[in-house]
């Protein structure tokens, strides 16, 4: 009979410890690369989407060459290229820079009201529990206007991006039932990932998307899930060893972020 109980105990104790394992994997947010060394041209990345559904089924980045704009939603990571179409990412893709994480929501609710995106992302920041973590964030519904953009595949020497969106496509759509998927990183993580919210955008019928520069909301449901973990695997790359990433390129992100030339 002891050594029963003594299995069983163990057989929890083991249960426990993998549960609270794979629930602070689903917490934690991965990124491959900086947005630092995106910014210097590091546009060739070693890491393939195949192994990068291994740590998320949701999130945002780009393809070698900087070949557009990726956003992964449900497990399917979908590239909106320059001329504004979109394809599913094939696994044997490779990406300079991703973040993505297992998206399960802390926080969910309904706002129906228009609303522009600035307005949006003021009102979601006040239902942070803290500025000081990282958030995933969800927004899906109806759009009465969304701008995105997305930017065309480079080709070696890679310029830095800050001359690649001289040349960035915008798209704009009205009456578009869609989702938005990115993060939000707090100010101290601005030479990792963008500071603020980065969102990128894919229309229900997966005909249109790219990365969000403006938008006006309708009626949409907001998920957030909270991340206090980030795993960063940074590329073993000869353009990544190489790039010269000692100046801080906080107010050049913030440009291209919000789709300045």
């Given at each position: 009979?002891?050594?029963t109980i003594?299995?069983?105990?163990?057989?929890?104790?083991?249960?426990?410890?993998?549960t609270?394992?794979?629930?602070a994997?689903?917490?934690?947010?991965f990124?491959?690369?900086?947005?630092?060394a995106?910014?210097?041209?590091?546009?060739?990345?070693?890491?393939?989407?195949?192994?990068?559904?291994?740590?998320?089924?949701?999130?945002?980045?780009?393809?070698?060459?900087?070949?557009?704009?990726?956003?992964?939603?449900?497990?399917?990571?979908?590239?909106?290229?320059?001329?504004?179409?979109?394809?599913?990412?094939?696994?044997?893709?490779?990406t300079?820079?991703?973040?993505?994480?297992?998206?399960?929501?802390?926080?969910?609710?309904?706002l129906?009201?228009?609303?522009?995106?600035?307005?949006?992302?003021?009102?979601i920041e006040?239902?942070?529990?803290?500025?000081?973590?990282?958030?995933?964030?969800?927004?899906?519904?109806?759009?009465d206007?969304?701008?995105?953009?997305?930017?065309?595949?480079?080709?070696?020497?890679?310029?830095?991006?800050?001359?690649?969106?001289?040349?960035?496509s915008?798209?704009?759509?009205?009456?578009?039932n869609?989702?938005?998927?990115?993060?939000?990183?707090?100010a101290?993580?601005?030479?990792i990932?963008?500071a603020?919210?980065?969102?990128?955008?894919?229309?229900?019928?997966?005909?249109?998307?790219g990365?969000?520069?403006?938008?006006t909301?309708?009626?949409?449901?907001?998920?957030?899930?909270y991340?206090?973990?980030?795993?960063l695997?940074?590329?073993?790359?000869?353009g990544?060893?190489?790039?010269?990433?000692?100046e801080?390129?906080?107010?050049?992100?913030?440009?291209?972020e919000?789709?300045?030339?």
């Amino acid at each position: 009979m002891k050594t029963t109980i003594l299995r069983l105990s163990i057989a929890m104790a083991t249960l426990i410890y993998f549960t609270a394992i794979a629930h602070a994997e689903d917490d934690t947010i991965f990124q491959t690369s900086t947005i630092d060394a995106l910014m210097e041209g590091v546009y060739d990345g070693n890491f393939t989407y195949g192994e990068l559904k291994k740590h998320g089924d949701f999130g945002l980045g780009t393809l070698n060459d900087l070949d557009g704009e990726m956003v992964g939603l449900n497990g399917v990571f979908y590239q909106v290229r320059s001329d504004g179409k979109v394809f599913v990412v094939p696994d044997d893709a490779r990406t300079p820079f991703a973040a993505v994480t297992f998206f399960e929501p802390d926080r969910s609710l309904t706002l129906a009201k228009p609303l522009t995106c600035n307005e949006l992302e003021s009102y979601i920041e006040t239902l942070f529990p803290s500025k000081n973590i990282f958030y995933a964030v969800k927004i899906e519904g109806s759009f009465d206007h969304i701008k995105t953009r997305s930017v065309p595949r480079q080709k070696k020497p890679f310029p830095p991006l800050t001359e690649v969106v001289k040349h960035q496509s915008y798209f704009e759509l009205d009456k578009a039932n869609g989702t938005m998927a990115g993060f939000w990183f707090p100010a101290y993580m601005k030479d990792i990932n963008a500071a603020g919210f980065h969102l990128h955008f894919i229309t229900d019928d997966r005909q249109a998307g790219g990365h969000v520069l403006d938008c006006t909301v309708s009626s949409v449901k907001i998920e957030i899930d909270y991340s206090r973990d980030l795993d960063l695997s940074l590329p073993e790359t000869s353009g990544f060893y190489n790039a010269d990433l000692t100046e801080p390129s906080g107010s050049d992100v913030s440009s291209v972020e919000k789709g300045k030339k």
